[in-house]
């Protein structure tokens, strides 16, 4: 679902960044990631599951425990098909900060990387300063190129379908009891969806965007149709 309260200049100017950016050609040099974040709830069970029998199914008591939160980092390469995982105790500055340095080193050759994220406060420059130090922060903050998506503008981070796509095929309706068993999960999943090479077909471009919501290009005027 779409929610657009309020269509003004700033909406129109971060929309036609982000879409402007997924509709440069496969550059490996360039890479274009999108990136967000998932809060988990943890869950254990009272009771263990029945074991599977003949002519019976596994069963599993409808009793659980909560065991607490956790957060997941999700991040996509979409034109390349590249998938990252990053369970993480808290979504926290610190997290994000450990985030983005893995993915600087996950792209030793890229001349300059394409974050695109929403604006949440720890999505910037300080979270990094923070944890590594003004100067290592400073370095490795520059690594990226960041298009921050508007605001109620999550829809246009590709990283949402990701997440669609990891809590129907990892998390599904299993119980998860711990991070240690949230990591070894998300490893897995990470290595069959990288082994598949998945990769997102987005269609949503300017053209599209100027068509659906009615301004016109280089100014934010509403057409008269």
Request: proline share 6%; hydrophobic share 35%; charged share 30%.
């Amino acid at each position: 679902m779409w929610c657009v309260p309020e269509l003004n200049e700033r909406y129109v100017a971060n929309m036609e960044d982000v879409l402007a950016v997924y509709e440069k050609p496969y550059n490996p040099e360039q890479p274009v990631i999108c990136l967000d974040e998932k809060p988990i709830t943890l869950h254990g069970e009272v009771r263990p599951a029945t074991v599977a029998q003949p002519g019976r199914e596994a069963r599993r008591d409808s009793e659980y425990e909560r065991r607490g939160t956790a957060n997941a980092f999700l991040a996509v390469e979409p034109k390349a098909g590249k998938h990252f995982c990053f369970p993480t105790p808290d979504r926290s500055g610190f997290q994000f900060a450990q985030v983005v340095l893995e993915l600087v080193m996950s792209y030793p050759d890229a001349k300059k990387i394409h974050l695109v994220m929403d604006n949440l406060n720890i999505h910037s420059k300080k979270s990094l300063t923070d944890a590594f130090g003004l100067k290592m922060g400073s370095q490795v903050w520059r690594r990226f190129a960041i298009h921050y998506t508007p605001k109620h503008g999550s829809w246009l981070n590709q990283a949402e379908i990701e997440i669609g796509i990891f809590a129907r095929q990892c998390l599904g309706k299993r119980r998860i009891p711990d991070l240690r068993t949230l990591r070894r999960q998300c490893k897995a999943w990470a290595r069959r969806i990288n082994k598949a090479g998945t990769k997102i077909d987005w269609k949503f471009d300017r053209k599209a965007a100027r068509k659906t919501f009615g301004y016109k290009r280089n100014s934010f005027m509403r057409s008269e149709n």
